[in-house]
């Protein structure tokens, strides 16, 4: 492959539906759903590979109405991990990374499902877009010095909704896919 057709660049997703219309040819991870697998199987191909930049594809919740669509987001925030609690005892653990060249929105991730309006309601005070894999990814990647693009697809509205996903699915996997055949996964 040459540089612009993703030479050196690993695509992840959680799922293989997620990833089911990746243009052929692409280095592509799955990783399983949650933090914990994304970040396991992120740190292990890393470690083994040479890589220029990953690229992590998937689905997130929509934590404002009136958001659709495609995002590259900027930041990546850990929303169920309490780091002010644990800074306050002296243990100082990131839980937020910058995004560099995103669209400016900003991604919560976590191992909770979102679903509950209330909780819905209270992280769309710190984010637009939620996920269970990004920050996991954004935190490998920047122990390995691997620059990292998120490409979200909205699929739901972080509500009951939520539990539609599997219906939407293919949907937000075939702009996934368009998304990297137009970039040269991610080259601009």
Known sequence: MSDSDGAGVLVVSATRAEAAHVPAGADLLITGIGKVRAASA???????????????????????????????????????ISAAELAAMGFHQPDEWEIPGGDGSVLATGDTFVSDPVYRDRLARRADLVDMEGSAIAAVCADFAVPLRLVKVVSDNADDSAMDWPTVIDAAAQDLGTWLAETGFGAV
Request: proline share 3%; charged share 30%; net charge positive.
């Open 42 to 80: 992120v740190a292990r191909r890393l470690a083994l590979g040479d890589y220029r930049r990953v690229v992590n594809i998937g689905t997130s919740g929509a934590l404002r109405d009136g958001r659709s669509g495609l995002f590259t987001p900027s930041r990546a925030i850990e929303h169920d």
